[in-house]
């Protein structure tokens, strides 16, 4: 265990406690952080670790407080909010930064940074949960079996239940609506616009296109200018995602957004350790190059999407503790290769195959 300094930001949100509880249990001592004294401070006695109350909109005292810090794992959302000062700050300290994200403006605000991460010698990685490890790396290794690919498309399959993190990230997506990458440029599109059948792991089953975080990161680890992210939808709910698509000027109102959010603070818990080990995730992807008429369909199956949250963010935690590479904007497969996602407790081998 070597002795460098980690905090983790946001630690008494459900995924981050999650990621503390297992640090700790590994033998890592993170210093927690966040906005909220009382919470973090519980949290922080519990765990017997130390804790510093940091507001983010505070730039010289979050830079000085990151002066000692080696590595933060950023866990405070809304990431559209937070993400983009923690940033700035890690590399105005030369701090290492990585996050959970699955925001696409996330990402794109992090490859923007690239030049003054490299600069300053540290990694920006954002994305290290389950948004967006096992599909990026699905991606990568899709690629290398089709270097020539023009066309991707990633997907997957779960039954478990939402954080209130996740579902106040979806409720910000309401009001703006789904997306897809075009020749290289992101695309907005109407909610539930593009469909199609996928037999995810499950058997086929209609599938609709979503705005998930390999929109953006997906062309940075591949190069691939066509991408699609799906999920399974019955057609009745898609017909009804639709009918949103008239509503997302009220749906992007303020007003509308704060009383979703708090209805959700008010009425949802993340799911218990029980449920999620009976729920695990089947990963899906193809790659094509039409041109040649090659393709080639990739499978995996993962734990629970926020057991792999934990696991994947401490692995590249542990991977940058001792990561002596060049700065820069990272994917998770870039830093660490597509075989990352196979290292993780519960995943199974990726499969490629020509059908």
């Not at 639709?242 to 603070?265: E, G, M, T």
């Amino acid at each position: 265990m070597n002795n460098k300094n980690i905090m983790i930001y946001g630690a008494y949100g459900y995924t981050g406690e999650l990621i503390a509880r297992e640090a700790v249990a590994r033998g890592h001592h993170p210093i927690l952080a966040g906005r909220n004294a009382h919470k973090l401070q519980l949290l922080a006695d519990e765990l017997n670790l130390s804790a510093m109350v940091i507001p983010l909109d505070a730039k010289e005292t979050l830079e000085h407080s990151l002066q000692s810090i080696d590595l933060v794992i950023h866990c405070a959302g809304p990431f559209s909010a937070t993400a983009e000062p923690m940033m700035r700050a890690c590399i105005n300290a030369h701090t290492h930064y990585q996050d959970i994200t699955g925001e696409i403006t996330v990402f794109e605000t992090a490859y923007s940074l690239g030049d003054n991460a490299r600069t300053a010698g540290i990694v920006l990685c954002p994305g290290t949960g389950f948004d967006v490890i096992p599909t990026d790396c699905l991606a990568a290794a899709l690629h290398t079996a089709i270097p020539s690919a023009t066309h991707l498309v990633l997907g997957f399959d779960s039954d478990s239940s939402f954080s209130p993190g996740t579902a106040k990230t979806a409720i910000e997506g309401l009001g703006i609506g789904s997306a897809v990458r075009r020749n290289g440029k992101i695309q907005v599109t109407r909610h539930g616009q593009v469909t199609r059948r996928i037999d995810f792991g499950r058997g086929t089953q209609s599938a609709v296109a979503i705005p998930w975080g390999d929109i953006a990161t997906a062309f940075y680890s591949t190069g691939i200018g066509n991408i699609e992210v799906y999920i399974p939808m019955p057609p009745g709910r898609a017909r009804k995602l639709q009918y949103l698509n008239a509503f997302r000027w009220l749906l992007r109102n303020n007003r509308v957004q704060n009383w979703l959010k708090a209805k959700v603070s008010k009425s949802l818990r993340g799911p218990n350790e029980t449920y999620r080990a009976k729920h695990k995730t089947w990963i899906w992807g193809e790659v094509r190059n039409d041109r040649r008429g090659e393709r080639k369909v990739g499978r995996l199956v993962t734990a629970n999407g926020y057991d792999v949250t934990v696991s994947g963010a401490l692995a590249i935690m542990e991977f940058l503790l001792d990561y002596s590479g060049d700065g820069g904007y990272f994917t998770p497969s870039a830093l660490c290769g597509a075989e990352l996602v196979e290292k993780l407790p519960g995943s199974s081998a990726l499969e490629i195959t020509s059908s």
